[in-house]
């Protein structure tokens, strides 16, 4: 027997359970794994919370996290008992000690990369990749938009964009979450709580605005971000930490100057292993040369049996950077 957590209905943090739960033997494809940190992401909650419904209860939640290969199913040829690993597509279910994962969405942790860095990085570092590397390719010295900025993708980009030489601003809530950003690496940023966003974008820009905004507020900060985006720009919605953008009116696209609008997600940009391997490799590399360093704030480490009040602090926006459940 082992332990997870577990819920039986969709609702708030309060249905999530600590509970004994009977682990399967891997699967032929499938690689069992003792974790050794986990990490947290909206996704969580859009399920635990049904905005992302679930098929059947009792249901695990997670699919991030870093730790050591204990057994293989017959057919896996890339992974070995006591192999560092780390994942971020498996199936729900790794907030948990154990967890059975397919082969080939997992990945060798490099030696330079402790546990809790990977849990903390690798959804929202392949989730950063894609979003500037695939989705938009940023260039040196272009200037764009970012919100969230001192979240745990927001602090990733920040260091990111620092990397490929160009001008991230930042969105953020607070005097101290404006620091954090600019610390990482944030050209400029913009208190969301006492700036107008839009207009501050076009100061910034000398009346220029950006030709990408990256949103993952939703609709709170929709508009917003469609008037921060030059002739011809590229609105990214990829999360809805405010609650989702619904009732579009397409017409505005037009009005706000012909702009293009897309909602990508991870499962759409890595969908097989040599896309996984091309942009853990990226990942990997800003990782262990320093280029992007992960901090978890120490209060933000929750043993396993607290995700429930881990949740509670991601939802109201208590939290910086990533935060992790420790096994």
């Known amino acids: 027997?082992?332990?997870?957590?577990q819920f039986n209905a969709h609702g708030g943090p309060e249905v999530l359970q600590w509970a004994d739960f009977e682990l399967a033997d891997p699967a032929g494809n499938e690689?069992?794994?003792?974790?050794?940190?986990?990490?947290?992401?909206?996704?969580?909650?859009?399920?635990?919370?049904?905005?992302?419904?679930?098929?059947?209860?009792?249901?695990?939640?997670?699919?991030?996290?870093?730790?050591?290969?204990?057994?293989?199913?017959?057919?896996?040829?890339?992974?070995?008992?006591?192999?560092?690993?780390?994942y971020c597509q498996a199936?729900?279910?790794?907030?948990?000690?154990?967890?059975?994962?397919?082969?080939?969405?997992?990945?060798?942790?490099?030696?330079?990369i402790s546990f809790e860095q990977?849990?903390?990085?690798?959804?929202k570092g392949l989730t950063t990749q894609y979003l500037l590397r695939q989705t938009y390719k940023v260039k040196a010295?272009?200037?764009?938009?970012?919100?969230?900025?001192?979240?745990?993708?927001?602090?990733?980009?920040?260091?990111?964009?620092?990397?490929?030489?160009?001008?991230?601003?930042?969105?953020?809530?607070?005097?101290?979450?404006?620091?954090?950003?600019?610390?990482?690496?944030?050209?400029?940023?913009?208190?969301y709580r006492e700036e107008n966003i839009a207009q501050r974008v076009s100061e910034l820009t000398q009346g220029k605005k950006?030709?990408?905004?990256?949103?993952?507020?939703?609709?709170?900060?929709?508009?917003?971000?469609?008037?921060?985006?030059?002739r011809h720009g590229l609105m990214v919605s990829f999360g809805n930490?405010?609650?989702?953008?619904?009732g579009v009116d397409l017409g505005i696209l037009n009005k706000k100057g012909s702009l293009f609008v897309t909602r990508p997600s991870l499962f759409g940009y890595i969908t097989n292993r040599q896309e996984l391997e091309t942009a853990s490799a990226e990942l990997f590399s800003l990782l262990a040369s320093g280029a992007i360093k992960v901090e978890v704030p120490e209060q933000q480490k929750f043993a396993l049996k607290e995700a429930g009040k881990a949740h509670q602090?991601?939802?109201?926006?208590?939290?910086?950077?990533?935060?992790?459940?420790?096994p």
């Open 141 to 191: 010295d272009e200037t764009f938009l970012f919100h969230a900025a001192a979240g745990g993708v927001g602090l990733i980009a920040c260091q990111w964009a620092k990397a490929l030489g160009a001008h991230l601003i930042g969105t953020v809530g607070s005097a101290e979450k404006a620091a954090l950003a600019k610390n990482a690496g944030a050209w400029a940023t913009i208190n």
């Open 1 to 5: 027997m082992a332990k997870r957590i």
């Open 31 to 86: 690689v069992q794994v003792e974790n050794r940190a986990i990490g947290i992401n909206y996704i969580d909650i859009y399920l635990r919370s049904g905005l992302y419904p679930v098929g059947d209860f009792p249901s695990g939640l997670g699919t991030e996290a870093a730790g050591v290969v204990t057994r293989v199913g017959h057919d896996v040829t890339l992974f070995k008992p006591g192999d560092r690993v780390v």
């Open 118 to 123: 990977g849990a903390a990085s690798f959804l």
């Open 313 to 326: 602090m991601l939802e109201s926006r208590a939290t910086q950077g990533s935060s992790l459940l420790i």
């Open 91 to 112: 199936a729900p279910g790794a907030y948990s000690e154990e967890h059975n994962v397919a082969e080939d969405r997992l990945m060798h942790l490099p030696d330079a």
């Open 241 to 246: 930490a405010s609650g989702p953008v619904t």
């Open 210 to 230: 950006v030709g990408v905004v990256y949103d993952s507020v939703g609709k709170d900060t929709w508009e917003a971000s469609l008037d921060s985006l030059r």
